[in-house]
């Protein structure tokens, strides 16, 4: 670390010296200005990545409740500097499973989650209709939004032949909007080519928008075992609008899932976990429908696996993010308990546990999943890196629990470098 910083500063007295050449060499001193900003960030970088163990790495709340409503399958960006929510599901106390007020809401914070301002109230026929489980990405100063499902009644529908009240039956999106200041939308196409999806994954990679995995249809867990079954996706495609779609496969090598996390680094589309299915019986002595593998890939066509089975336990409705080119993975749901654990990884497929738990927290039960997580870059070169989380589940499937609709969070916490 002494040599590191030895050479920064060496490197800075070079870079003094520059500015100060005399006028006839600006030519040459741009030039050579602009050679010592790569070097030393490369070498800041290359520090990070030698010496990081993310040991003073920890979590403080920024807001524990911030004005918009509790609230899960939220998606959180960042546009500028300023960060953005909108969407997700609050539950309402209901004894019918799944039963939720769905957000079509967007907020806005100019000071990293402290404080929010309310853009856009839910409202179906002046902007997106409200939906939780989509996906939000930024491209070129646009937030896009695609995807997702809303939570609707239905009075006895045929596929439940003993119906004895309502019973869910959502309906899943495949449209695509955008908008530069969270306000004004643009629809920029009501039907993707894609098969209206929840819990997908989506990134933008190469100046393209990428959209993958998912599913169609409620988890038996939530309607009952005569309801529609459940469909699972792994096919892979891309759009440098959200309007026009190209189809990269329709069988990725990887298993169909939902609530996967994807990512970008180092010139690869990474997924990690997901699930193809909520529960399982007879519990806790069954292996849970959840993945913990490792894909990659360039082109949206052929994929590498990286790891069948990753040092964190299978999950979904977790979380990974960049930080100093590390893959941080932390959250999700678990059987018979949430995952209390942070994994870091280089490559994906060697992994580390951190000795810091997500949240700060004691156990299981103050775990989240389907919260959504974004990194701050900041200082020079954006060296100076933070992650920030949003919202989040804490409910389990003990419908019997009339406390169970409160695990709910509207919170914002940070996890960053303390000295």
Same mark, same amino acid.
């Given at each position: 670390?002494?040599?590191?910083?030895?050479?920064?500063?060496?490197?800075?007295?070079?870079?003094?010296?520059?500015? &100060?050449?005399?006028a006839?060499?600006?030519?040459?001193?741009?030039?050579?200005?602009?050679?010592?900003i790569?070097?030393?960030?490369?070498?800041?970088?290359?520090?990070?990545?030698?010496? #990081?163990?993310?040991?003073?790495?920890?979590? /403080?709340?920024?807001n524990?409740?911030?004005?918009?409503s509790?609230?899960?399958?939220?998606q959180?960006?960042?546009?500028?500097? /300023?960060?953005?929510?909108?969407?997700?599901?609050?539950?309402?106390?209901?004894?019918?499973?799944?039963? @939720?007020?769905?957000?079509?809401?967007?907020?806005v914070s100019?000071?990293?989650?402290?404080?929010?301002?309310?853009?856009?109230?839910?409202?179906?026929?002046?902007?997106?209709?409200?939906?939780?489980?989509?996906?939000?990405?930024?491209?070129? /100063?646009?937030?896009?939004?695609? +995807?997702?499902?809303?939570?609707?009644?239905?009075?006895?529908?045929?596929?439940?032949?003993?119906?004895?009240?309502?019973?869910?039956?959502?309906?899943?999106?495949?449209?695509?909007?955008?908008?530069?200041?969270?306000?004004?939308?643009?629809?920029?196409?009501?039907?993707?080519?894609?098969?209206?999806?929840?819990?997908? &994954?989506?990134?933008?990679?190469?100046?393209?928008?990428?959209?993958?995995?998912?599913?169609?249809?409620?988890d038996?867990?939530?309607?009952?075992?005569?309801?529609?079954?459940?469909?699972?996706?792994?096919?892979?495609? @891309?759009?440098?609008?959200?309007k026009?779609?190209?189809?990269?496969?329709?069988?990725?090598?990887?298993?169909?899932? @939902?609530?996967?996390?994807a990512?970008?680094?180092n010139?690869?589309?990474? #997924?990690?976990?997901?699930?193809?299915?909520?529960?399982?019986?007879?519990q806790?002595?069954?292996e849970?429908?959840?993945?913990?593998?490792?894909?990659?890939?360039?082109?949206?066509?052929?994929?590498?696996?990286?790891?069948?089975?990753?040092?964190?336990?299978?999950?979904?409705?977790?979380?990974?993010?960049?930080?100093y080119?590390?893959?941080?993975?932390?959250?999700?749901?678990?059987?018979?308990?949430?995952?209390?654990?942070?994994?870091?990884?280089?490559n994906?497929?060697?992994?580390?546990?951190?000795?810091?738990?997500?949240?700060?927290?004691?156990?299981?039960?103050?775990?989240?999943?389907?919260?959504?997580?974004?990194?701050?870059?900041?200082?020079?070169? +954006?060296? /100076?890196?933070?992650?920030?989380?949003?919202?989040?589940?804490?409910?389990?499937?003990?419908?019997?629990d009339?406390?169970?609709?409160?695990?709910?969070?509207?919170?914002?916490?940070?996890? @960053?470098?303390?000295?």
């Amino acid at each position: 670390m002494a040599s590191l910083r030895t050479l920064v500063s060496v490197l800075a007295l070079v870079g003094s010296s520059l500015i &100060s050449a005399p006028a006839q060499a600006q030519g040459d001193q741009t030039a050579a200005n602009a050679l010592l900003i790569q070097l030393v960030s490369h070498i800041v970088k290359q520090g990070h990545q030698t010496i #990081l163990t993310f040991e003073r790495y920890h979590w /403080r709340q920024v807001n524990a409740a911030a004005r918009w409503s509790p609230r899960a399958g939220l998606q959180a960006v960042q546009l500028g500097r /300023r960060f953005y929510i909108m969407g997700g599901r609050t539950p309402n106390n209901s004894p019918i499973p799944g039963d @939720s007020v769905i957000w079509g809401d967007v907020w806005v914070s100019h000071n990293k989650g402290v404080t929010w301002d309310q853009l856009l109230g839910t409202n179906d026929q002046e902007h997106w209709p409200a939906r939780a489980y989509f996906q939000a990405v930024t491209k070129n /100063r646009y937030i896009y939004l695609m +995807g997702g499902q809303n939570f609707k009644l239905e009075p006895c529908p045929p596929f439940v032949p003993e119906c004895e009240g309502p019973v869910p039956n959502s309906e899943f999106f495949n449209d695509v909007w955008r908008s530069k200041d969270g306000i004004n939308w643009k629809k920029m196409t009501d039907a993707a080519p894609w098969e209206g999806r929840a819990g997908l &994954s989506a990134v933008v990679f190469r100046n393209r928008i990428w959209v993958f995995a998912g599913s169609k249809n409620d988890d038996s867990a939530i309607v009952g075992p005569n309801g529609p079954q459940r469909i699972y996706f792994n096919d892979v495609w @891309s759009s440098k609008n959200g309007k026009h779609w190209k189809l990269h496969t329709e069988d990725a090598p990887w298993s169909p899932r @939902s609530g996967a996390v994807a990512l970008v680094k180092n010139g690869y589309i990474y #997924l990690l976990g997901g699930e193809d299915g909520f529960l399982c019986q007879p519990q806790p002595f069954c292996e849970p429908p959840y993945y913990n593998d490792v894909w990659r890939t360039r082109n949206g066509t052929d994929w590498e696996q990286v790891t069948a089975n990753a040092g964190w336990s299978a999950r979904p409705g977790h979380q990974c993010a960049v930080l100093y080119d590390h893959i941080v993975c932390f959250g999700g749901f678990g059987l018979p308990q949430n995952p209390n654990d942070i994994w870091v990884s280089r490559n994906g497929a060697d992994w580390k546990q951190v000795d810091d738990t997500p949240w700060n927290a004691l156990s299981g039960d103050e775990i989240k999943y389907d919260f959504d997580v974004l990194v701050d870059k900041q200082g020079y070169w +954006g060296q /100076r890196q933070s992650l920030y989380t949003f919202g989040g589940d804490r409910e389990t499937f003990d419908f019997s629990d009339p406390n169970n609709y409160l695990r709910v969070d509207n919170d914002v916490w940070r996890y @960053s470098y303390f000295k």
